[in-house]
């Protein structure tokens, strides 16, 4: 098992830009999260997915959208880049025992 | 949703001393406590968590865990640290198991 895997690990983006961070796991996961981890303030949960077709919002959606078409993907769309979006992004999901397998992280820069 | 307050941004410590990083969280009906750990430019992995049952638990690496009820904590204990665990630890209370709620983090620096 790959476990979760992230892509891209490391991005620069202008303000303005739009990406896609890449999340997927072959755990048949059913709940995936997506958080954002900044300097001192912990890991905030951006939005999050039962299962396919279900997502929801989380403590700080605003500037995001997810989607998740099938079990295995849950990919984080940014549309206009600002530098508050500066950040490392992880992409987790958890087992049916609670544990909770994180990717790698992407590390964002927006300028 | 469960808060957490992890006491301590930063812990330092020398190798082989005994060390205990503390978490507080608010009260729930029903809890289920982790620690995870998150060492330089990785995810976050498990150490252990607390789900039922004995109050006291056991990680990887030697890590322990007392869950305490009446004062709503879960401190992180080990009796003596490697230069190897110099690391962030979180803490995460959750109300399912499936809707972590992460503490700030802990750094843990561990000096010969």
Same mark, same amino acid.
């Given at each position: 098992?790959? &476990?979760?895997? *992230? $892509?891209?690990?490391?991005?620069?983006?202008?303000? &303005?830009?739009?990406? $896609?961070?890449?999340?997927? *796991?072959?755990?048949?996961?059913?709940?995936?999260?997506?958080?954002? *981890?900044?300097?001192?303030?912990?890991?905030?949960?951006?939005?999050?997915?039962? &299962?396919?077709?279900? $997502?929801?919002?989380?403590?700080?959606?605003? &500037?995001?959208?997810?989607?998740?078409? $099938?079990?295995?993907?849950?990919?984080?769309?940014?549309?206009?880049?600002?530098?508050?979006? !500066?950040?490392?992004?992880?992409?987790?999901?958890?087992?049916?025992?609670?544990?909770?397998?994180?990717? *790698?992280?992407?590390?964002? !820069?927006?300028? | 949703?469960?808060?957490? +307050?992890?006491?301590?941004?930063?812990?330092?410590? /020398?190798?082989?001393?005994?060390?205990?990083?503390?978490?507080?969280?608010?009260?729930?009906?029903?809890?289920? %406590?982790?620690?995870?750990?998150?060492?330089?430019?990785?995810? %976050?992995?498990?150490? #252990? @968590?607390? #789900?039922?049952?004995? +109050?006291?638990? @056991?990680?990887?690496?030697? =890590?322990?865990?007392?869950?305490?009820?009446?004062? +709503?904590? /879960?401190? #992180?204990?080990?009796?003596?640290?490697?230069?190897?665990?110099?690391?962030?630890? =979180?803490?995460?209370?959750?109300?399912?198991?499936?809707?972590?709620? =992460?503490? @700030?983090?802990?750094?843990? #620096?561990?000096?010969?």
């Amino acid at each position: 098992n790959a &476990g979760v895997t *992230q $892509t891209p690990k490391f991005r620069i983006l202008k303000i &303005g830009q739009s990406m $896609t961070l890449q999340c997927t *796991q072959d755990m048949n996961h059913n709940y995936m999260y997506w958080y954002r *981890q900044d300097p001192g303030m912990g890991l905030k949960l951006i939005y999050y997915s039962v &299962g396919a077709g279900i $997502t929801d919002k989380g403590e700080v959606p605003n &500037g995001y959208n997810v989607s998740r078409s $099938t079990t295995e993907d849950f990919p984080l769309r940014l549309e206009l880049a600002a530098p508050s979006q !500066t950040s490392v992004y992880f992409c987790a999901s958890i087992s049916l025992n609670t544990e909770a397998f994180f990717g *790698q992280g992407t590390r964002l !820069t927006v300028v | 949703a469960q808060s957490v +307050t992890q006491l301590d941004s930063q812990v330092p410590v /020398f190798e082989e001393a005994p060390v205990e990083l503390r978490c507080n969280y608010s009260s729930s009906v029903s809890v289920y %406590l982790f620690w995870y750990v998150q060492y330089p430019n990785q995810g %976050l992995q498990l150490l #252990l @968590k607390y #789900l039922s049952g004995s +109050t006291l638990v @056991k990680g990887i690496n030697g =890590f322990e865990a007392e869950f305490n009820k009446s004062q +709503t904590s /879960f401190h #992180l204990r080990k009796p003596s640290v490697h230069i190897s665990d110099t690391a962030e630890y =979180f803490c995460a209370p959750s109300n399912s198991g499936y809707a972590l709620n =992460f503490g @700030k983090g802990t750094s843990l #620096l561990v000096t010969p």
